[in-house]
């Protein structure tokens, strides 16, 4: 193994006898071990860009910097053997069995990543085939996704509210029960919502996915996604969709901070919000004000374009998506009100580190 040969050579290096003649002189191993450390940092970086494990990258991360350290500080380590009484040799086997762990540790992790992956499939796969798939509507029509998380109390009453045609398109409503434990989905069965099920919970990106699916699988136009707690204004959704139907856009989201903010967001939620539609617009010059409002409608023929992996935060990298593949974006003012019913499942500092994760990772593949 190439850590093996490199960390015999480093500590070996005073020793003429066991290094030999051809042995690596200390730049030059210092100049092979900055080269690994950066291999395995961009290593570990891929792993999390393609994959969002923040474990495999912290791991890497750790290896990397250690490697490093070892490069261009060797007097460090000479220091620490002197102060433990260990043999440059003990010490070069420990360094070897220990960096062999972690590469097998490394390897775990991506493939435990890789089986909650094959989970996350299956569990979409499921869901979709539950849904009716209708042939291509004769009329132009609308299909309003709803990702619900334990939202019996509202979710009945947000379906009902909504109508049964908007801007001379028929709209559908499809309800993706993400987990819910708390009976979501019984609450719908009289209503003429179509109703799928998560086995698992997944995240709200992974439930609007499956939304998206079936969508386009039943001929929908236009795709709107609203949040099942009410917080949404049904009474907006024809000026939702009219820049679509009328060729204006093929993306319009809605944005509290050019309409009205009734939802009772916390300062520091507020704050965050502002300050991640600052970066996404610095990145991207979406010019857009309201980045995390998931009250929007998208062209469904355009989706197909869309590289979607995020499970959770899912608001930021429809965005970026929608602007890297050309598409038109339009902000209109909408009325977020408080929710109906139930407490926000999104933790203040959870929500804005894992925003942040997904817009700088969209924003690099």
Known sequence: MIPFSLYSAYLSAADPVVLGASGLDSRELTGVLLVLAVVIFLWGFERYRTTFSKTEFL?????SVGTLVIGVFPDVFDRLGEALKIDQR???????????????????LAQMRA???????????LAIEQADNDDAPNEPTVCVVIPAYNEAESIRGVVESLP???????????VVSDGSTDGTAARLESTDAMVVIHPINQGQGSALRTGFEIAGQNGADIVVTMDANGQHPVEQLDALIEPIVTGKADYVVGSRYIGADSSGNTVHRRFGIRALTTLINAMTKAGITDCTNGFRAIRTSTLSEFTLTEERFSAPELLIEARKNGLRILEIPITVTQREAGNTKKPTLGDALGLTRTIFITWIR
């Open 164 to 174: 049964d045609v908007v801007h001379d398109h028929t709209l559908t409503s499809l």
């Open 115 to 125: 089986n909650q992956q094959s989970v996350a499939d299956l569990t979409r796969t």
């Open 90 to 108: 003990s010490f070069a086997i420990s360094l070897v069995v220990n960096t062999a762990v972690v590469f097998i540790i490394l390897y775990l």
């Open 59 to 63: 791991v890497a991360l750790l290896l």
